[in-house]
């Protein structure tokens, strides 16, 4: 996984590379499979973009050893950069009720503060410039080059999807303000959501009676099956010298560390932990958090993870062959890192590599000369291929949903709290 680099002039990051997403764009246009030039016999009917937020502030408040601590200054990393600051409403799916984002954004209520001031996981001005430079890649290649959709915003083409959490809903108003420019949104942007109860687009281990019971057995089974991850935890601490147990951060923790501290140039680790360490860290909290939303191998609790949202993916799918002119051209998911997690695992690609900020899963919808649809999924430039034995990218839709069928949720409160087995 390319790891997003960045330039620092005063308190903005400039974005140098976003993931590799624009280097794998370039390196393939003179046979991007995509354009209507080189494939006529496919018209492009309909894409779906579910992808993590930009980079935020730290979602725990350790320091690390063997590094100048971290200040979250404010007035460096907080608040909206000019070419991303756009009016949008946000609206409950379930009763169309316009709501304000600090009635029910989940972090606006932490009273963890970092040092410097800033809240835990919160959006930064360098998370902004990370989804408004995607959002310049898919206007080059939605507006630009494929001509999909309009140059100037409007609802009755995109539908947004978000989570109630203020670094997803800057993240998708950053990103389509580098999609339109700015200038070319000329009403707000229609954002969608639901309180933090209902949600779905991250493993809710907290709201889902079933998921959290789940979730509760992994943590104390994972040692069991998987003692390597509890003995690199332990390797990793004792080289930062936090040797007692209750001082010990575990390797989620010290990831989102070195990623946080990382994406705003602040020395990611300390120089006694080597590229190997690094490594070591990342595949550990996969593998911990593949465990824990697969557990055994057991189909269910993935299915409890992001089976609502695969519901939702399949029926967008699903109504727009039925009703093509009634159903928006694009719909974008602004998510989590766990969200784009599930949905790799789901389709197979799940590699132990942790999705880094604005990484991109994307599903498009595709008709041929023959009125046959077929769906082809992408992830952070990469073809995904749900055969691998015949690398086919484009998937016969039927197959596409033979596949997703079993992970499909579509009573989300029923399957969270029925009792197992029935």
Known sequence: MKVLKT??????????????????????????????????????????????HGA??????????????????????????PHTNVDYTL???????????ESIDPSSWSKRRLKGGMQTGKLTKNGQQMAFDVGQHLQKEYIQERKFISSIYSPSEIRVRT????????????????????????????MWTVRSQEEYLYPNFYQCPNLNRHFKVAKKDFINFRPDIREITIDINKKLGLVEKEQMIDVFHLLDLM????????????????KEDRQKIERAASKLFSFIIQGDNDRNILRLSVGALVEDLCQNIEEKVKNPKKVHKMEFVSAHDTTLQGLLMVTSQWKDEWPYYVSLFKIELY??????????????GQTIFLDQSQHEEMVPIRTFLEKMEKFRVKDYKLECSKEEGK
Not at 15 to 37: C, E, F, P, W, Y
Not at 60 to 70: F, I, K, M, Q, R
Not at 91 to 101: A, D, F, P
């Open 7 to 52: 330039i620092f002039k005063g308190s903005i990051s400039i974005t140098a590379v976003v993931l590799g997403i624009k280097l794998q764009h370039d390196r393939h246009s003179t046979n991007h499979i995509l354009t209507a030039k080189e494939t006529p016999k496919y018209t492009l009917e309909h894409v779906q973009l579910v992808f993590r």
């Open 56 to 81: 935020r502030t730290p979602v725990c408040t350790y320091d690390l050893p063997g590094v100048e601590p971290a200040v979250w200054d404010p007035e460096k990393f907080l608040g909206d950069l």
């Open 91 to 101: 609206k409950l799916v379930s009763t169309g009720e316009e709501v304000s984002l």
């Open 163 to 190: 989570s109630s959490f203020q670094r997803t809903v800057g993240t998708v108003k950053s990103m389509l303000a580098g999609l339109y420019g700015k200038d070319q949104i000329r009403e707000p942007i229609e």
């Open 259 to 274: 990623h946080t501290r990382e994406a705003h140039g602040f020395k990611a680790l300390p120089d006694n932990l080597t």
């Open 367 to 380: 008709k041929d000369e023959a009125s046959e649809y077929y769906v082809r999924l992408e992830f952070n």
